[in-house]
């Protein structure tokens, strides 16, 4: 559906409307205590498309994904 979403406006819509309020809490949720570069980080790790290339296209494991951009995250403060 997300890939889609670039493409159809209507599919983009039902995308925003769905997962928009759960995508804008986890920022928020998670993005609380960290400055604007770190927030910046955060809004990449939340994206499908980060993960995508992490995991698919680079063949990183999740484990291993979620570990860089969690250090890269800490490490622009």
């Known amino acids: 559906m997300l890939r889609d979403a670039e493409h159809h406006a209507i599919t983009r819509e039902m995308v ?20 604007a570069k770190q927030r910046a ?20 494991k999740t484990r291993v994904a979620v570990e860089v951009m969690v250090q890269a995250i800490e490490a622009a403060d």
């Open 41 to 60: 980080l955060l809004q990449l790790a939340l994206s499908f498309f980060t993960w995508r290339t992490l995991v698919r296209q680079s063949g990183l």
């Open 16 to 35: 925003e409307l769905r997962l928009g309020p759960y995508m804008a809490a986890y920022g928020k949720v998670l993005g609380e205590t960290l400055n």
